[in-house]
């Protein structure tokens, strides 16, 4: 005999993962070059039986996306930041 909760499964394992690939497709329209494995993530989501541990797979994805964005934006910063002190200084060394 089925409880609730194993009834609700199917239902919400396809909307953590509709709302995975959502996050995956937002996420990749400000993103460059970041490589995780989405098929071990979406594996790990069809293994796990519970509902919380599906949004916290998803949410460690999210995070770990969002924090190499981040750093990628801080290192393009200051690679910029190079590039004008640079030219600031060898327009001042022509002088």
Known sequence: MKNAD????PYTSH???LWYGFCLLSLKLF???????STIIISDL??????????IIVMKVVT???????NQQQ???????YLINNKIWS?????
């Open 64 to 70: 770990i996306r969002n924090n190499m964005f981040v």
């Open 31 to 37: 993103e460059q070059s970041i490589r995780v494995s």
């Open 6 to 9: 194993d009834r609700m499964i």
């Open 15 to 17: 909307s953590v993962i």
């Open 91 to 95: 327009q001042l060394e022509e002088f």
């Open 75 to 81: 290192q393009q910063q200051q690679q910029s930041r």
């Open 46 to 55: 069809y293994k796990s039986r519970s509902v919380n541990s599906k949004l």
